[in-house]
């Protein structure tokens, strides 16, 4: 499976997600998560990225994070190296500690930025156990959980100064009481019914927004890559443009019907010029095109 890509660049918004290797633990208690969020801190003041939301989970954790240096791969490579050395000496192990390379998530901010730190604060009820219960307890489990800036966001602690919070309590009324009571009531709508995953839209190309938004990633990054086809990843993105989008550009300028156009056995230059189109910016191989 190709890997999502890698795209950079100034005041960009990710979530990131970094995994225990074999899917064992990154935190064996208290100590090592409070050493986590030390060394984050640390390595968000060097390369001054801006946390916006993070939880710890036993063996992985999650981050919301924005860049306005564009310089995200510098600040995780610093940060996941800093804390693996902390996590091997003090536990006397050697090797690596987390299952390959880091993922992460270019967000559509204006559309998605809201509902993917939801997603994050609201991993603490997912797990076993936990999935079952009450709305009610599952409210209770949220607000308890120590580990997470969601009790940050609903102003049950003041400790985590590096949370740059006020950006997302903004869509809701800003950093003040009627705010954190909007952003707490939007977080517990998840609990009530079933809200998908935002990062879906991101599978295997790793952006999440709208159409609009791939599309000018993608045309950002033509602009950068000298053989973008040969870059990993770089497949799904181009896929985002709708087939039947491609279809209609083409049936207008080439002045020939659709059903025409979609025809197997159809020969003209309307047919060629549609395949052209589908594999260059609709992502199909051979055997995709071959209707």
């Not at 970094?18 to 409070?34: E, K």
Request: with cysteine; charged share 30%; hydrophobic share 35%.
């Amino acid at each position: 499976m190709a890997r999502p890509l890698r795209i950079q660049y100034e005041n960009a918004y990710y979530h990131v997600t970094c995994r225990g290797n074999a899917r064992q633990g990154v935190f064996t208690n208290d100590q090592d998560r409070s050493a986590f969020l030390d060394l984050l801190n640390r390595s968000r003041q060097i390369y001054q990225v801006q946390v916006l939301a993070y939880v710890l989970m036993r063996n992985h954790f999650h981050l919301v994070v924005k860049t306005p240096l564009g310089n995200l791969k510098e600040f995780m490579r610093h940060f996941n190296i800093c804390y693996t050395s902390y996590f091997n000496r003090r536990h006397k192990r050697v090797g690596h500690l987390h299952q390959g390379r880091y993922k992460a998530f270019l967000i559509d901010a204006d559309s998605y930025l809201q509902e993917v730190t939801r997603y994050v604060h609201l991993n603490p009820i997912r797990v076993k156990g936990k999935a079952d219960l009450f709305v009610k307890e599952k409210k209770r489990e949220l607000e308890r959980y120590s580990w997470s800036s969601y009790v940050y966001y609903v102003g049950r602690r003041k400790r985590d100064s590096f949370v740059a919070g006020e950006e997302i309590l903004g869509y809701f009324g800003g950093n003040t009481s009627r705010g954190r009571r909007n952003y707490r009531k939007f977080v517990e709508e998840g609990l009530e019914g079933e809200i998908g995953s935002p990062l879906q839209r991101g599978k295997g190309h790793g952006v999440v927004g709208d159409e609009d938004f791939v599309e000018g990633v993608r045309d950002w990054f033509l602009k950068r890559v000298r053989k973008p086809r040969e870059v990993p990843g770089f497949k799904g993105i181009i896929s985002q443009i709708a087939p039947a989008k491609i279809l209609g550009v083409v049936s207008k300028e080439a002045g020939v019907d659709r059903e025409e156009l979609q025809k197997k056995g159809e020969r003209g230059i309307g047919r060629g010029l549609l395949m052209e189109m589908l594999y260059r910016y609709g992502g199909l191989n051979q055997r995709g095109l071959v209707r």
